[in-house]
């Protein structure tokens, strides 16, 4: 059977090597496939007797049959496939803690050179055994020369490669027993900070950054930076066992942000020549704004305050989601986490809100319904009420607590930094959102049915994505972009009011069941005492269907075909070429 690193430097001969070198390494790995010796002979026009006897010095000698190649670090990297971006930022972290600890440890700068090849060619395995790369590297380094490195220096290089994941038990590994003792020492110095230097980019982002570092008695602590320097931190601390062994020294990783200016953010001039990550940064800076304005107001249950703040959120949200195939995805999956949850909660106040505000108005306007203080005849307000000084209460902590400063550092550390996956200019990314959004409404539009009211609420939510997407990219569609924008705000305004008297709808729907159970309970009649809120119920489903009359013609201006038309004439404005083909959305 021939191993995943046999198999890789097997292949590596057959494309690269000399013609007979080349064909003996062809007849493993073909007999490898379960080919039988003749078909292998008759394949590569040999004999049978040749065949079997590549194979029997294989069998008995494995690689050490063939020559080593001999190749440069960047050749090898090549061969390996190795992730270029994290090879860099590993090797300049590695270089930046070997300062760090030079002058206190008295490690000779001879000794930078091998860190530096170790830690570029430190995930040389991957492609080849993800989960045992550590192993893999070591051994693809066994069966070669590098190119301009002593072969001592090599043996060194492979053991930092071995040692830079897991366990380190150096006494189990025959390259490391094979070093003198002085080398053994430096060799479990440099696997200690390469380990250290792997961890800062557990997030695989290169966004984390050694600001300072502080040495004393107690620890090493080195202030980190970026939006992934808390996790990447925690992952290098687990990492640096072998740093406090050989260092006798604790690693105290901490993370410091500093807070870009929201306004100078919010202010970037944006064109259709902008990078994709300066409208991210807009978006949320201008959000962010918001929702500090707001703050005080949401925490005193002012109805205003919840739904800025909430709409503040949502459009962080979104902005998140529509650059989600840009920015790196353990990035995009730690916001949103949270700020749907928060969303969540926000939600929750505001469609308490409406209901008590919905209640109040319809006694209002009806006096011969009870007053609300009267629980028994129309108990709506104080159930609600009571829910929403629940909700209310949960939403203040919330903000109250840890969870919405971490939420913000978060938010200010990656507008620091955005950590982009790649960061295309607006006009290369514009068609594809946009097209998308188009598909959204049209199959939202074709699904439509009157006598489905989440179908309208679905209708509502593509035209607000669609609009999102405008406002997204703001200034550099220009001012017809704002007249669309408008035009589907009036329409998403009906949808609203639809979706709102919907829920309405529906929760009074809930209180008749649960108000049905209660009487159950009590061996009542189960609509005892529920005259009026039936009465409210009936109400309310009359205004519902109020407004959906007439809905239809109302959504004309915002017609998938009219919609793909007017999107059309925008693009080509602000891209300044001729309009071509409408955006098909499906």
Same mark, same amino acid.
């Given at each position: 059977?021939?191993?995943?690193?046999?198999?890789?430097?097997?292949?590596?001969?057959?494309?690269?090597?000399?013609?007979?070198?080349?064909?003996?390494?062809?007849?493993?790995?073909?007999?490898?496939?379960?080919?039988?010796?003749?078909?292998?002979?008759?394949?590569?026009?040999?004999?049978?007797?040749?065949?079997?006897?590549?194979?029997?010095?294989?069998?008995?000698?494995?690689?050490?049959?063939?020559?080593?190649?001999?190749?440069?670090?960047?050749?090898?990297?090549?061969? $390996?496939?190795? /992730?270029?971006?994290? @090879?860099?930022?590993?090797?300049?972290?590695?270089?930046?803690? &070997? #300062? %760090?600890?030079?002058?206190?440890?008295?490690?000779?700068?001879?000794?930078?050179?091998?860190?530096?090849?170790?830690?570029?060619?430190?995930?040389?395995?991957?492609?080849?055994?993800?989960?045992?790369?550590?192993?893999?590297?070591?051994?693809?380094?066994?069966?070669?020369?590098?190119?301009?490195?002593?072969?001592?220096?090599?043996?060194?290089?492979?053991?930092?490669?071995?040692?830079?994941?897991?366990?380190?038990?150096?006494?189990?590994?025959?390259?490391?027993?094979?070093?003198?003792?002085?080398?053994?020492?430096?060799?479990?110095?440099?696997?200690?900070?390469?380990?250290?230097?792997?961890?800062?980019?557990?997030?695989?982002?290169?966004?984390?950054?050694?600001?300072?570092?502080?040495?004393?008695?107690?620890?090493?602590?080195?202030?980190?930076?970026?939006?992934? $320097?808390?996790? /990447?931190?925690?992952? @290098?601390?687990?990492?640096?066992?072998?740093?406090?062994?050989? &260092? #006798? %020294?604790?690693?105290?990783?901490?993370?410091?942000?500093?807070?870009?200016?929201?306004?100078?953010?919010?202010?970037?001039?944006?064109?259709?020549?902008?990078?994709?990550?300066?409208?991210?940064?807009?978006?949320?800076?201008?959000?962010?704004?918001?929702?500090?304005?707001?703050?005080?107001?949401?925490?005193?249950?002012?109805?205003?305050?919840?739904?800025?703040?909430?709409?503040?959120?949502?459009?962080?949200?979104?902005?998140?989601?529509?650059?989600?195939?840009?920015?790196?995805?353990?990035?995009?999956?730690?916001?949103?986490?949270?700020?749907?949850?928060?969303?969540?909660?926000?939600?929750?106040?505001?469609?308490?809100?409406?209901?008590?505000?919905?209640?109040?108005?319809?006694?209002?306007?009806?006096?011969?319904?009870?007053?609300?203080?009267?629980?028994?005849?129309?108990?709506?307000?104080?159930?609600?009420?009571?829910?929403?000084?629940?909700?209310?209460?949960?939403?203040?902590?919330?903000?109250?607590?840890?969870?919405?400063?971490?939420?913000?550092?978060?938010?200010?550390?990656?507008?620091?930094?955005?950590?982009?996956?790649?960061?295309?200019?607006?006009?290369?990314?514009?068609?594809?959102?946009?097209?998308?959004?188009?598909?959204?409404?049209?199959?939202?539009?074709?699904?439509?049915?009157?006598?489905?009211?989440?179908?309208?609420?679905?209708?509502?939510?593509?035209?607000?994505?669609?609009?999102?997407?405008?406002?997204?990219?703001?200034?550099?569609?220009?001012?017809?972009?704002?007249?669309?924008?408008?035009?589907?705000?009036?329409?998403?305004?009906?949808?609203?009011?639809?979706?709102?008297?919907?829920?309405?709808?529906?929760?009074?729907?809930?209180?008749?069941?649960?108000?049905?159970?209660?009487?159950?309970?009590?061996?009542?009649?189960?609509?005892?005492?529920?005259?009026?809120?039936?009465?409210?119920?009936?109400?309310?489903?009359?205004?519902?269907?109020?407004?959906?009359?007439?809905?239809?013609?109302?959504?004309?201006?915002?017609?998938?075909?009219?919609?793909?038309?007017?999107?059309?004439?925008?693009?080509?404005?602000?891209?300044?070429?001729?309009?071509?083909?409408?955006?098909?959305?499906?």
């Amino acid at each position: 059977m021939v191993s995943s690193v046999e198999s890789f430097w097997l292949n590596w001969h057959a494309r690269h090597d000399g013609p007979s070198t080349a064909r003996r390494a062809r007849i493993i790995l073909l007999a490898e496939n379960g080919i039988p010796p003749l078909s292998i002979a008759k394949r590569l026009k040999t004999t049978v007797a040749t065949v079997t006897r590549v194979l029997r010095e294989f069998q008995n000698n494995r690689l050490t049959a063939f020559p080593q190649p001999v190749l440069s670090v960047q050749q090898l990297l090549k061969a $390996a496939k190795v /992730d270029p971006a994290h @090879a860099r930022y590993v090797t300049a972290a590695s270089i930046q803690l &070997f #300062h %760090i600890l030079e002058l206190s440890y008295r490690l000779p700068a001879n000794l930078i050179p091998t860190l530096q090849t170790a830690a570029i060619l430190h995930n040389l395995g991957m492609n080849i055994d993800e989960a045992n790369h550590h192993i893999a590297g070591r051994d693809m380094l066994k069966h070669i020369q590098l190119r301009g490195v002593p072969k001592s220096q090599q043996r060194v290089i492979a053991c930092l490669v071995r040692f830079h994941r897991k366990r380190v038990l150096p006494d189990e590994e025959p390259l490391f027993s094979a070093l003198s003792p002085a080398w053994r020492l430096r060799t479990l110095q440099l696997a200690a900070i390469l380990r250290v230097a792997d961890g800062l980019d557990y997030s695989q982002t290169q966004s984390t950054r050694i600001e300072n570092s502080v040495s004393s008695p107690e620890a090493i602590q080195l202030d980190l930076s970026g939006p992934e $320097a808390s996790s /990447d931190g925690k992952r @290098a601390k687990r990492k640096a066992d072998l740093w406090e062994t050989v &260092f #006798h %020294i604790p690693f105290s990783p901490k993370q410091i942000i500093h807070p870009p200016d929201l306004t100078q953010l919010q202010n970037q001039i944006l064109t259709i020549d902008s990078p994709l990550s300066v409208s991210i940064q807009r978006m949320i800076a201008k959000q962010m704004l918001r929702w500090q304005i707001h703050e005080s107001a949401l925490l005193a249950g002012d109805p205003e305050g919840i739904k800025a703040v909430r709409s503040s959120i949502r459009r962080i949200r979104k902005t998140l989601e529509l650059a989600e195939g840009y920015v790196r995805k353990k990035v995009s999956k730690n916001l949103l986490r949270p700020i749907r949850n928060l969303e969540s909660m926000l939600g929750k106040v505001r469609d308490l809100d409406l209901l008590i505000l919905d209640a109040k108005k319809y006694l209002a306007d009806h006096p011969a319904v009870p007053s609300a203080n009267s629980e028994t005849e129309f108990p709506v307000i104080s159930i609600w009420e009571q829910e929403q000084r629940e909700a209310q209460t949960e939403l203040v902590e919330w903000f109250s607590e840890k969870a919405s400063r971490e939420l913000q550092s978060q938010l200010l550390s990656y507008l620091a930094n955005p950590s982009m996956r790649k960061d295309p200019l607006l006009g290369t990314a514009i068609t594809g959102y946009f097209k998308n959004a188009l598909a959204e409404v049209k199959n939202r539009q074709v699904n439509l049915k009157k006598d489905e009211l989440k179908t309208y609420h679905r209708m509502r939510l593509a035209l607000r994505q669609f609009r999102f997407t405008l406002e997204f990219y703001g200034d550099a569609l220009g001012p017809t972009a704002e007249e669309l924008r408008t035009d589907i705000g009036k329409v998403q305004k009906r949808l609203g009011l639809i979706s709102d008297a919907w829920l309405i709808q529906q929760k009074t729907v809930e209180l008749l069941d649960l108000w049905a159970e209660q009487q159950a309970l009590q061996n009542a009649p189960q609509l005892h005492g529920a005259q009026q809120i039936l009465e409210y119920a009936q109400a309310r489903r009359n205004q519902l269907s109020k407004l959906t009359r007439g809905i239809s013609k109302e959504c004309e201006p915002v017609r998938h075909a009219k919609l793909s038309s007017r999107i059309k004439v925008i693009l080509a404005s602000a891209m300044k070429v001729p309009p071509s083909a409408p955006i098909s959305g499906g």
